[in-house]
Nanobody, 119 residues
Framework: QVQLVESGGGLVQAGGSLRLSCTAS????????IGWYRQAPGNERELVAT???????NYADSVKGRFTISRDNAKNTAFLQMNSLKLEDTAVYYC?????????????WGRGTQVTVSS
């Protein structure tokens, strides 16, 4: 059974930094695209950043130049380095991954990690 577990969220002042991690566990053959989405109260879930197995990267316009996504295939882990955080970055951040496992190809979501940016 595949699981995605996020970590690294917390409370930070505006202008500060946080680094999120997402680790996939289980019998995994391959992780295709993996990325981060976020959802603020009253808003829909939105794309933050994704990275494919060939390391093609896509960022939301709102985070370009401030956030960096990366992945460590050997550890089945993706990272989101968030710098110059703004109040509007406050949200629950969810990891999402397209994974080929013993059970076939499935899209998975983590449970989310809270990021709160204070003034």
């Amino acid at each position: 059974q595949v699981q995605l577990v996020e970590s690294g969220g917390g409370l930070v002042q505006a202008g500060g930094s946080l680094r999120l991690s997402c680790t996939a566990s289980g019998t995994i053959y391959r992780i295709n695209a993996i990325g981060w989405y976020r959802q603020a109260p009253g808003n829909e879930r939105e794309l933050v950043a994704t990275i494919t197995s060939s390391r093609n990267i896509n960022y939301a316009d709102s985070v370009k130049g401030r956030f960096t996504i990366s992945r460590d295939n050997a550890k089945n882990t993706a990272f989101l380095q968030m710098n110059s955080l703004k109040l509007e970055d406050t949200a629950v951040y969810y990891c999402n991954a397209d994974i080929i496992s013993i059970g076939g190809r499935t899209n998975y979501w983590g449970r989310g990690t809270q990021v709160t940016v204070s003034s």
